[in-house]
């Protein structure tokens, strides 16, 4: 089969104008019930696109971890997307959800979460994650899968007789989106697609956009 030969239709749902709420945040948590009453594969999944400290853009696929202002995922702060998001904390979001034939778009502003909130939330991981994060130093050069196996030993040992606690190279990061758009796939190519602009007096703009 070539790989130019492989085609879909999308057929299965539609975005109208008028079932579009005035707040972005409404919508993508309806989408994401949705995706989750359709049991999208890994619906949390998303694509975290960082600017490299080379100028080139860096992407990878991290979990979104909840909703209010921002839009929070955890990761190692030392990491290369850590590093990149302390030197530029701006950032964008991609979310595909085949299943039902959507596409989320977000970008915008990033900041660490609060030192409580990590916390928070780093206590409540598996016992294993939570050595997971202290004994691997994410993104960097390592001799081999047993010196990483070593070192988780090391760690379980360390905490047999010491109280858990999240490492400070740990924690979350919240995305302020000031950008975002809602991809409906549609049949002949003719897909819907929603834009939200954020605008100083608070509100947000939106537009519909050729696809
Ligand atoms: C499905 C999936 C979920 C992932 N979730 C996370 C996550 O929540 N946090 C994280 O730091 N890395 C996560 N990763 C690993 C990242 O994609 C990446 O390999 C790692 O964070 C190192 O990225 P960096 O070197 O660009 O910082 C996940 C990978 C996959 C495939």
Not at 12 to 32: C, G, N, Y
Not at 142 to 164: A, D, P, T, V
Request: aromatic content about 10%; proline content about 5%; some cysteine.
């Amino acid at each position: 089969m070539k790989l130019a030969d492989i085609r879909k239709d999308y057929t299965l749902r539609s975005l109208d104008s008028a079932e579009v709420p005035k707040d972005p945040i409404q919508l993508f948590h309806t989408w994401m019930q949705q995706a989750l009453e359709a049991e999208v594969s890994e619906a949390t999944a998303m694509c975290l696109s960082t600017i490299g400290s080379d100028g080139f853009p860096n992407a990878r696929i991290v979990l979104l971890k909840g909703v209010d202002q921002g839009f929070v995922f955890f990761t190692n702060y030392q990491s290369a997307k850590g590093n990149e998001l302390e030197k530029h904390p701006k950032a964008a979001l991609t979310f595909f959800w085949p299943e039902i034939e959507r596409q989320i778009r977000i970008v915008g502003e990033v900041s660490k979460i609060s030192e409580e909130a990590s916390d928070t939330y780093f206590l409540s991981r598996p016992y294993s994650s939570q050595l997971g994060a202290w004994a691997s130093p994410q993104s960097q050069v390592i001799g081999s899968r047993e010196e990483l196996e070593q070192q988780q030993l090391r760690m379980e040992k360390q905490f047999l007789n010491q109280k858990m606690k999240r490492p400070s190279h740990w924690g979350g990061f919240q995305l302020i989106p000031n950008r975002l758009e809602f991809w409906q796939g549609r049949p002949s190519r003719l897909h819907d697609r929603i834009q939200y602009e954020y605008l100083s007096n608070g509100s947000w703009k939106i537009t519909r956009l050729a696809p």
